[in-house]
């Protein structure tokens, strides 16, 4: 069974800068991809990145674009999300999230696996 643990989130002023990761276990994530997710309060849950965990191909949303990266180290079998420029309306919980397909798709119903979530809260 595909387990998803994710930290890394935190407390920072904006213009920080924070690292998430998330550790994968229970599966076989060659033909996987994976994505981070975010939820503020009263908002649906919505795609930040995703990278295919075999040919390492990324995909990030717009708005984070300039500021966020997500890498994957196949050794570890885990994914990061490094942010940077942190800004108020960054903060939410964020989501790791992996589908047994080598496609990252942008919509929360084509994952299978979620993680916990991590807190992340940017104060201005």
């Known amino acids: 069974q595909v387990q998803l643990v994710e930290s890394g989130g935190g407390l920072v002023q904006a213009g920080g800068s924070l690292r998430l990761s998330c550790a994968a276990s229970?599966?076989?994530?060659?033909?996987?991809?994976m994505a981070w997710f975010r939820q503020a309060p009263g908002q649906d849950r919505q795609f930040v990145a995703g990278?295919?965990?075999?040919?390492?191909?990324?995909y990030v949303t717009n708005p984070v674009q300039d500021r966020f990266t997500i890498s994957r180290d196949i050794a570890k079998n885990t994914m990061y999300l490094q942010m940077n420029s942190l800004k108020s309306e960054d903060t939410a919980v964020y989501y790791c999230?992996?589908?047994?397909?080598?496609?990252?798709?942008?919509?929360?119903?084509?994952?299978?696996?979620w993680g916990q979530g991590t807190q992340v809260t940017v104060s201005s």
């Open positions: 229970g599966g076989t994530f060659s033909n996987y991809a």
């Open positions: 990278i295919t965990w075999s040919g390492g191909g990324t």
């Open positions: 999230a992996a589908r047994p397909a080598r496609v990252v798709t942008t919509r929360r119903q084509d994952y299978d696996n």
